[in-house]
Nanobody
């Protein structure tokens, strides 16, 4: 069973950058597909970015493509979300999610993920 702890959120001005981290417990981190989702007040949780078990390919929501980068370091059991050119509409609580290795990769499906962190708040001021 994996436990996920996010960090790196905060308050930043529009155009600025933040890097979120998600540290996972357990010795099988490399067998988990990882993702970031976000949820703004009054809105549903939405997909942001994902990376599969083996790394390499990635998937991004159109709203963040070209500005955000997801990466993972299996030696550190950590997944990152580098966020550049931040906009006020990026303001949300950001959640890390993990899915056990399986036969297919379903990066954008919330219910496909087995574990979730508690979230870290990102606020972008205009």
């Amino acid at each position: 069973q994996a436990q996920l702890v996010e960090s790196g959120g905060g308050l930043v001005q529009a155009g600025g950058s933040l890097r979120l981290s998600c540290a996972a417990s357990g010795r099988t981190f490399s067998s988990y597909a990882m993702a970031w989702f976000r949820q703004a007040p009054g809105k549903e949780r939405e997909f942001v970015a994902a990376i599969p078990w083996s790394g390499g390919r990635t998937d991004y929501a159109d709203s963040v493509k070209g500005r955000f980068t997801i990466s993972r370091d299996n030696a550190k059991n950590t997944v990152y979300l580098q966020m550049n050119s931040l906009k006020p509409e990026d303001t949300a609580n950001y959640y890390c999610a993990a899915a056990r290795q399986g036969s297919s990769w379903r990066p954008r499906v919330k219910d496909w993920y087995n574990y979730w962190g508690q979230g870290t708040q990102v606020t972008v001021s205009s």
